[in-house]
């Protein structure tokens, strides 16, 4: 049922996109994070970078597999690069430019939904989701969010991504996490 309901969502988001009703709220996102320090999140970003979470995915995947969960390092790693792929997929189907392009941070394919959003929330967000639910530190998994949330509103701060993007990108990892669960729930069972 969440697979399709992010599914859903995803669509909704990109119709609007494509329409340009989110425009409005894209300029108040950006306008309210306009006084931030854009250097910090410069830095910040780059944990968003493909190379960086395919980097720390098998980093994960050694963490699982010392602990013995062979599920979850094989979901954790399949799950970033699926969501990644898929988010490259739908750019090329969009064609959403960006609001400036920027080799040095990683901006120069299309827009929506974001590569950043949508790689981050995979990464450590399901990290953060198998932690919780295997009820692991509060701590960690609360850092791990606040990666999420600083990683993909970087990419709005430094104006390489709209907001609407950024919610693109989450609701394609939600829902790629969401299927990765019902997949492992329907073996188990």
Known sequence: MVVITGTVAYVIVSVFVVLGAVDPMNTFVYEWLQPLPD???????????VRILIGISFLGVVYWLVRGDRIEAFRLVS??????????????????????????????TYSFPSGHASGSLALYGLTAYVLYRKEQSKVVIFILLCLVLAVSLSRVILNVHYFSDVLGGWLVALTMIALSEWIIRRKTI
């Open 39 to 49: 250097r910090v999140f410069a830095y910040v970003t780059e944990l968003g970078s």
């Open 79 to 108: 799950i970033v690069i699926v969501t990644l792929v898929v988010t490259q997929v739908l750019k090329l189907l969009h064609r959403i430019d960006r609001p400036l392009i920027d080799a040095s941070l990683d901006a120069t």
